[in-house]
């Protein structure tokens, strides 16, 4: 009995000095904790400080490779804790295989040419403000105080909202699952012990989202004739019907397009706003522009990445930056810390300069390929046509609409990272003037 003893304590021991000394990753460079446990990028990401710690250690582990640093972190199962353990949906998988037929499935609901047949109304923030797209596509549901502008930091929703605890549900299900994802095996002993004690978690939005396409069902609202007029709800109850979508398919869409889909854009919508507003130079030019087109137009998206970005290194094994990877690795990037890489972007990666991503700009090509904020290859966001469509529609119609001031003095621009990047600052709004003619808007300085 006593050797049995010795073995079970000797065991995590040995586990550590294996790693420390034979395993074959030991030569990437990251802090010392991340080697053998969660525990670390657990604190970090508690913090709320995470995407900045990114930036600091591949700045600290630099390289003179062009690719930039290998750096190690921790083991990625975070997404696991987004379902149920034995419930994946397309936002959790990672079985390759499983997530392509799951997307398959699905793909048809998120092309441009169904979001903008018919194009839907961008309702003027003067006489709805704020509203929420991602609501209205899936439920034809007139919903103008929904999540996405909640946290758009334009206004505080009140509890008496009807739609105040979706709000409340996503914050703390993020929060939730950007901890406990870490540790993926308590998982499920973790989300029992939410479910005893009603605590937020994921798998409430599976709950609503369910429901709702149970309630729909029942109610018989899916518009019969016309396709291009049905919520995307009613597609997806055609889909499930036709059996191109299986039922857990079905829910994870809509729990998906609330989770994912409001959250994002709403935080990119809030940033754009932000560094617009701020730079009187960098305003003139998007209200030039808009006064030249009269409100009308889009501009053009930047090119797709179509490398496949294999996630797992094959048999065999791979060399990443002079490291070997053995197969059966799973390797990734830090999509906050790439897009501060002074390599790609230049020495004002920093800073916000919109010009950078104009056509004529030399290197805007590669780094457009290199911008992973919806991901790359058959793991790019599924729902990013949607999210393109808002903020083309939605960022011109503030600009012609509004002038907005920012209140530094008030509450100074803030950030916390809980799964998503979330801003913090006030503003003032007013309506424009209206009937001011182009010349009110001067041709802004190259």
């Known amino acids: 009995m006593s050797s049995y003893t010795f073995l079970a304590s000797d065991f995590p021991r040995g586990t550590l000095l294996f790693t420390f000394f034979f395993s074959p990753l030991r030569a990437i460079p990251g802090p010392w904790l991340a080697r ?21 250690l591949h700045k600290k582990y630099d390289t003179d490779i062009p690719l930039g640093p290998v750096v190690r972190t921790a083991p990625n199962n975070r997404y696991e804790a987004f379902s149920e353990p034995h419930n994946q949906t397309l936002f959790s998988f990672r079985d390759t ?12 609901l998120y092309s441009m040419t169904t979001l903008i047949s018919p194009m839907f109304p961008c309702p003027s923030f003067s006489s709805s403000m704020p509203f929420d797209v991602i609501s209205e596509i899936t439920s034809a549901t007139d919903v103008k105080f929904l999540p996405s502008l909640g946290s758009f930091s334009l206004m505080h ?3 008496d909202s009807p739609y105040f605890f ?23 002993s973790i989300l029992k012990r939410l479910r005893f004690f009603n605590k937020p978690s994921p798998v409430n939005l599976l709950n609503f989202s369910e429901g709702y396409l149970a309630k729909y069902c029942e109610e018989s609202r ?46 990119t919508l809030s940033s754009a706003l932000y560094h617009i507003y701020k730079d009187p130079k960098i305003l003139q030019r998007p209200k030039y522009a808009i006064s030249l087109s009269g409100g009308k137009g889009s501009p053009a998206s930047a090119s797709r990445c179509r490398v496949p970005l294999v996630r797992v290194v094959p048999e065999g094994g791979a060399e ?12 990734g990037v830090n999509a906050w810390a790439l897009n501060y890489n002074e390599v790609v972007y230049g020495h004002d990666a920093h800073v916000f300069r919109p010009e950078r991503w104009f056509a004529s700009t030399p290197g ?26 808002e903020m083309y529609k939605v960022l011109p119609q503030i600009v012609h609409e509004f002038n907005i001031e920012i209140s530094e003095d008030t509450m100074p ?23 001011l003619s182009n010349d009110h808007y001067r041709k802004p300085m190259v």
């Open 36 to 56: 053998t446990t969660r525990l670390w990028e657990l604190v970090m990401v508690s913090k709320g400080k995470f995407n900045q710690r990114a930036i600091h």
């Open 320 to 331: 990443i930056n002079g490291y070997f990877v053995p197969e059966g690795t799973e390797v």
């Open 222 to 267: 899916a518009i019969k004739g016309n396709t291009n007029d049905e919520p995307l709800v009613a597609k997806i109850i055609g889909l499930k019907g036709k059996d191109k979508m299986t039922r857990r398919d079905a829910i994870g869409v809509c729990s998906n397009n609330i989770a994912a889909g409001s959250d994002t854009t709403a935080i």
């Open 97 to 108: 295989k499983a997530h392509a037929k799951s997307r398959r499935s699905m793909a048809s």
């Open 364 to 389: 805007t090509a590669s780094s457009a390929v290199s911008l992973l904020a919806f991901g790359g290859g058959a793991w790019t966001c599924i729902g990013k046509n949607i999210s393109l469509l």
């Open 413 to 435: 621009w803030s950030t916390e990272c809980n799964w998503f990047v979330k801003q913090k600052y006030l503003i003032s709004v007013k309506l424009r003037e209206r009937g």
């Open 166 to 188: 979706l709000i409340d549900m996503l914050d703390k299900s993020f929060s939730t699952s950007s901890k406990f994802g870490l540790l993926p095996e308590l998982w499920p």
């Open 157 to 159: 929703l009140t509890s």
